[in-house]
């Protein structure tokens, strides 16, 4: 749904703001999943976007604010038109210097632990558009789309 400007019309917005604690990636994922329920997603579409919502939380804590707990992770989602949602997760962290070489599959920037190196792969395999804008010492904002299917 479209308004005369060709722009979405979003019917539906909250925006959460924690600490970079670990639990509360769970509660992202929750927080989300529920905001998201009354579009009545698959089993299916609901945790791949709780699995994108997990990743992104977790690089922001992990990566961002390098594990401490007094760091802030926003996270907004939007619900528009045809049954799309929008979330944002935003940190204030030390920001990712190569967002190119950053997403590329298996590349950490913690090599020395147990990282997979798969959070963005992850997230825009589950999501129909990813984007990472980011610049060290500002933080990063990534923005994950989802178009849910229609249920006829």
Avoid: Q, W
């Amino acid at each position: 749904m479209n308004n005369k400007n060709g722009k979405d019309i979003i019917l539906n917005r909250m925006k959460l703001e924690f600490l970079s604690r670990s639990e509360n990636e769970s509660f992202a994922r929750v927080a989300v999943a529920a905001f998201a329920a009354p579009l009545d997603p698959t089993v299916e579409e609901l945790t791949e976007i709780k699995t994108a919502v997990s990743e992104a939380v977790s690089n922001a804590i992990i990566h961002a604010y390098a594990e401490a707990e007094d760091g802030t992770v926003t996270v907004e989602c939007m619900i528009s038109g045809d049954r799309r949602v929008t979330i944002i997760v935003t940190d204030t962290g030390i920001g990712i210097e190569d967002v190119v070489r950053a997403r590329e599959p298996l590349y950490t920037s913690k090599p020395g632990e147990e990282r997979s190196g798969m959070g963005f792969t992850v997230m825009e395999s589950f999501m129909d558009k990813l984007e990472v804008e980011s610049a060290p010492d500002k933080g990063t904002r990534i923005t994950m789309i989802k178009n849910l299917d229609y249920v006829l």
